[in-house]
């Protein structure tokens, strides 16, 4: 198996639309995706699959 660091940053610096997620990697049945948010986002739910989020800049609140 190989490894590959990805920096978030050069990433984001790829693309500058919002709400619409990247894959950056696959890993197994996994796709990890990167996103740029802005404003609210109306509430909705994946029950087959986990999330997790990770903030880089500013902040983000979830209400549920």
Do not use: C, Y
């Not at 990890?32 to 087959?48: A, D």
Request: avoid cysteine; charged fraction near 25%; charge should be negative.
């Amino acid at each position: 198996m190989t490894h590959e660091i990805i920096n978030f940053h050069e990433k984001l610096r790829l693309f500058t639309d919002h709400w619409s997620p990247k894959i950056i990697a696959r890993m197994n049945d996994t796709h990890l995706k990167l996103v740029k948010i802005q404003g609210e986002f109306v509430w909705h739910s994946h029950p087959e699959t986990d999330e997790v989020f990770i903030v880089l800049d500013g902040s983000m609140a979830i209400e549920f």
